[in-house]
């Protein structure tokens, strides 16, 4: 999933939990504990309400995403917002503003530089700066900035409101901690990480407050030794003690909504680092369904990444990562739902699916814009490369007929035409001229009408998603020209049925996509209906990827699966054809 969706989801998340605990006392919290999503009494806020934590956050986020830039004036003013209109909110109601944080954006409604705005007294080191600072780490991330530019852009965003070194020191070391989570790097190995960072450009007085993070290892104190008030230094130990002891995110969020006092903010904080862990397909479902405009969280999560990201239109990729993730799963169905490892090293594989939408790629490239002979190069393209890559997992009569000397269609109803067929719809070409290539590769073998349609269905689904045009015209277009898409996802994901049928295949991948957010989603909702997953996987991903893009670390993990023949034709075809970046 989309780190941005699992690290802003899971802030959010752990703020509305937190919300109704927020000030209780720790020994009676954890003698009845909150384990759902419940409404605020004291405050007046229903159940899945975020606070300040996650509204600064945003207003932060929606300031990049409209200008490309920190920009520390519109944040400022956008604060202002938050404060007097109840923009940024979850049900358009201001509450729980800390103190240091109102006085620093008093100072610059009396005209004092944005930077210059933050307290600097010790006393003013809550933990307001830290609860927001996430947008940092992600923008620092994928932009890989050197630790010169962190630490200034750190300080920065963190001196809009509080300008004191130990909370700059605060946010740093949280945003390095991100930074290594998003690397692939272990909550253990993250933790080494930051305690082996040079902080000397930060008074010795204000790292020694950090010594019990940065000199010993906080998981081996006690809950006694753990203070959860609203001093920096405390959150951000009371937030990593609770990271490094949990199992899992819902333990986490469970932990940190019962730890006392300030349980919003050490909720985000935490929340934020154990969603990059353990994605927003670990967080329980009642959590999600019961938080206040989710889909605004969501989206907006995705317009900051790919304000900042590289996504690649890569379709020949996108098939290609579907295939992989869904190989381990296409016997024994996958038992989690969406929750799983994407690409795993020691069992994901690329199947016949990658292979033949390899050769596809091929023989387009041996046409060379000449399509008066296709048929006959497909078919020599497909023995060949098939034969090279026999035991990739072909089904028995495409299998025979690679290895037969008499390639003729068979009457196949089957979705090997419609994964393979990706390449196709890539092509600069006009709808009806994609169509009639797809059908001349489709006819040399799957020569029955569904195989036509599903393939058809896949070139032209590509073709639309290339050209920006929305899910409800992908939709309207394939119902009206090729077949209904009438079931919804959970009720494929309960069946669970295994169609070889090309349309239903087709149907399966295009409700996986429609029913997604982002390409990742799409691929996880595409394994988790079952069945043939890993053709499904990658005929979604096929599609998903010409409508989102794939984030560039994805594409290059997927990369290594592949041997050198099948990435000097992927090389080849993106430089004839062009890959869109977005």
Not at 134 to 149: C, G, Q, R, T
């Amino acid at each position: 999933m989309s780190k941005f969706v699992d690290s802003i989801i899971g802030h959010a998340i752990g703020d509305a939990m937190g919300v109704p605990t927020e000030f209780c006392i720790r020994e009676k919290l954890l003698q009845h504990p909150v384990k759902e999503m419940i409404s605020s009494d004291k405050v007046g806020q229903p159940a899945g309400a975020w606070s300040d934590d996650t509204s600064m956050e945003i207003c932060t986020i929606e300031s990049f995403i409209e200008y490309g830039n920190f920009n520390y004036s519109d944040i400022m003013h956008k604060w202002i917002e938050w404060i007097n209109e109840g923009k940024y909110t979850a049900n358009g109601d201001t509450f729980d503003v800390g103190r240091t944080c109102l006085s620093a954006i008093r100072q610059f409604t009396n005209g004092i530089e944005p930077v210059e705005c933050g307290l600097k007294d010790e006393m003013s080191n809550g933990n307001g700066s830290l609860m927001r600072i996430l947008p940092v780490a992600l923008y620092s991330y994928s932009k890989k900035l050197p630790d010169d530019e962190i630490i200034k852009l750190t300080n920065e965003v963190s001196s809009l409101t509080h300008g004191h070194n130990i909370s700059k020191l605060g946010c740093y070391i949280y945003v390095k901690f991100v930074i290594a989570l998003l690397q692939g790097k272990t909550k253990e190995d993250a933790y080494s990480f930051i305690q082996g960072l040079d902080y000397s450009m930060y008074d010795e007085d204000s790292i020694k407050k950090y010594d019990r993070l940065l000199k010993a290892n906080i998981k081996d104190l006690s809950i006694d030794e753990i203070s959860s008030k609203g001093y920096v230094v405390d959150t951000l130990e009371c937030s990593l003690w609770i990271l490094m002891n949990a199992k899992n995110y819902k333990e986490v969020i469970i932990s940190s909504t019962n730890i006392g006092n300030d349980t919003d903010t050490i909720g985000a904080i935490a929340g934020s680092m154990a969603g990059i862990i353990y994605g927003i397909n670990s967080i329980p479902k009642s959590w999600l369904d019961k938080l206040l405009r989710k889909d605004y969280l969501i989206d907006l999560a995705l317009k900051f990444e790919k304000k900042i990201s590289y996504l690649k239109k890569d379709v020949i990729l996108g098939t290609i990562i579907g295939d992989i993730a869904g190989s381990r799963f296409e016997i024994n169905d996958c038992k989690t739902g969406k929750d799983f490892e994407l690409l795993h090293d020691s069992y994901g594989r690329f199947t016949d699916d990658s292979v033949m939408t390899l050769a596809t790629a091929e023989a387009l490239l041996r046409c060379n814009n000449d399509f008066s002979d296709l048929k006959n190069i497909a078919i020599n393209t497909y023995v060949e490369i098939g034969r090279k890559y026999s035991t990739c997992g072909f089904g028995g009569s495409f299998y025979n007929w690679i290895q037969s000397e008499d390639h003729k269609p068979y009457g196949s109803y089957g979705n090997g035409s419609a994964m393979r067929i990706g390449p196709v719809g890539v092509l600069n070409k006009d709808i009806e001229q994609i169509k009639n290539i797809a059908d001349i590769f489709t006819n040399i073998s799957h020569n029955h009408e569904d195989s036509i349609k599903g393939a058809e269905a896949v070139c032209v689904a590509i073709h639309m998603a290339l050209n920006n045009k929305t899910k409800e015209d992908i939709k309207n277009t394939i119902e009206s020209k090729y077949f209904k898409i009438d079931d919804s996802r959970e009720e494929l994901m309960s069946k669970k049925e295994f169609h070889i049928n090309c349309v239903e295949t087709v149907k399966q991948s295009l409700i996986a996509f429609l029913d997604s957010y982002d390409f990742e989603d799409a691929i996880r909702n595409a394994i988790a209906m079952g069945g043939d997953s890993d053709t499904i996987g990658a005929i979604t991903g096929s599609i998903a990827s010409a409508y989102y893009g794939i984030p560039d670390d994805l594409c290059s993990q997927a990369l290594k699966f592949l041997d050198d023949y099948l990435i000097n034709i992927y090389n080849r075809f993106n430089e004839k054809v062009g890959v869109v970046n977005v």
